[in-house]
């Protein structure tokens, strides 16, 4: 039996006894694991800069650096989102629907865990923490494979972890990291069905992409993010100018980060020069089209690649749009299907919008940047689903368990 098999199965064991916990036991554990991280969050970040120094070596990019750091306030936020999951109610046992049926029959759908679920993820050590406090609050046994860019960052958050779940009374196997020094163990975690339950994977297209066609585990498809923002002919430019900014600014290395800003024709000429210049000032490299490129002489010209570029950078694609069919035309073609935002103050317009654009969320007169699990009150999430089925847009509790029904007779026989 390989080592990925050998956690698996270990998880496996794990999961029984998660399935069965309490709310109780499984609170006093994320609160244990929230205090424990905290209290050693010195030793994390210590850990933290033997990943930032070989990133560094390795020439990444400090966007990519970004992602990867953590100081001890990352670690605190980290922290707190498992005292946010805490308080959350616990999914597991609530009913999706029940009733009576005409022979008397008691019919109950609940929510269960999926049992032992496998985490695949890029560059940020936060989702570690994040990751295996929604596994444990929903009952399920989390595997964690992160990258080797944060092998340190990784152990050392796991080991706090782990001991923390340990010292609560419940099982340490519900926490386990998959060695990242190569790539075997992805290939396994894959090829692990009948041991791991359903399959995440967090991060690039690549990463993705070859998940889901791979894996023989089911798997819950996570996306890229080419978020869009559309600011219409009736846009308040005040708050225009303050939902593209943020949406680009705020944090230049999330999937949430707006990568693409399409203008409407009858406006551009009045808030083109006011976004370009806050941009730039940002720091930002603007890729516009031939219109956008008359604006400034800072705009580089924006190729085919740019439309449907997730930067993670600090850059965007800028376009002026004749009308509001063809911002909805342009983002079809080029859009993720992760976060899609319009500024106006037109209802109908804004309806147009929500009604046709095909996304995950979308934001009126709001940053694409509120996609989160945290900003929406479900506290930390396992990702940002793209998908169609069972789940789409930030994953919560609810969205880590799935169903069975509870049928409860008296002595019913079928005639």
């Not at 990352?74 to 029940?98: C, Y």
């Amino acid at each position: 039996m390989s080592t990925v098999q050998q956690q698996a199965t270990d998880a496996r064991v794990a999961a029984i006894d998660l399935a069965a916990a309490t709310r109780a036991e499984k609170d006093e554990a994320l609160l244990l694991m929230a205090a424990r991280l905290r209290l050693r969050a010195d030793e994390i970040v210590e850990a933290n800069k033997v990943d930032i120094a070989n990133a560094r070596e390795a020439g990444q990019s400090e966007a990519m650096i970004d992602r990867l750091a953590l100081t001890v306030d990352r670690v605190g936020a980290m922290a707190a989102g498992l005292e946010q999951l805490a308080a959350l109610p616990d999914p597991v046992g609530d009913v999706v629907r029940g009733s009576t049926l005409a022979n008397g029959l008691e019919l109950r759908q609940v929510r269960v865990p999926f049992g032992v679920v496998g985490i695949i993820y890029e560059g940020r050590p936060n989702v570690t923490a994040d990751a295996a406090g929604i596994c444990l609050k929903s009952g399920n046994a989390a595997l964690l494979r992160g990258s080797g860019s944060a092998l340190s960052s990784n152990a050392a958050i796991v080991s706090v972890l782990r001991k923390a779940v340990a010292d609560a009374g419940l099982p340490a196997d519900a926490v386990q990291l998959l060695d990242a020094t190569t790539r075997d163990s992805v290939k396994e975690l894959m090829r692990a069905r009948g041991l791991v339950d359903v399959l995440i994977p967090r991060g690039g297209a690549s990463l993705i992409r070859t998940v889901v066609e791979e894996s023989t585990v089911p798997v819950i498809e996570t996306g890229v993010g080419n978020c869009h923002v559309y600011v219409d002919e009736n846009a308040d430019l005040e708050k225009a100018l303050a939902v593209a900014v943020n949406s680009k600014t705020q944090r230049l290395s999330t999937c949430n980060t707006a990568e693409s800003l399409l203008v409407h024709a009858a406006i551009a000429d009045t808030f083109l020069p006011l976004v370009l210049t806050e941009l730039i000032d940002h720091g930002v490299t603007v890729h516009g089209d031939a219109r956008v490129q008359q604006v400034s002489s800072d705009v580089v010209p924006a190729t085919e690649e740019d439309w449907g570029k997730e930067y993670l950078s600090a850059d965007i694609a800028v376009a002026v749009v004749d009308s509001i069919d063809d911002a909805l035309d342009h983002i079809r073609h080029y859009g993720s299907g992760h976060t899609e935002a319009i500024v106006s103050e037109s209802v109908t317009a804004t309806r147009r919008f929500a009604a046709r654009v095909d996304a995950a969320a979308v934001m009126i007169n709001a940053s694409t940047r509120f996609t989160d699990g945290g900003e929406f009150g479900f506290g930390a999430e396992i990702g940002i689903s793209t998908q169609k089925l069972h789940a789409r847009g930030p994953m919560g509790l609810p969205e880590l368990t799935s169903t069975k029904y509870i049928v409860t007779g008296n002595g019913h026989s079928r005639v």
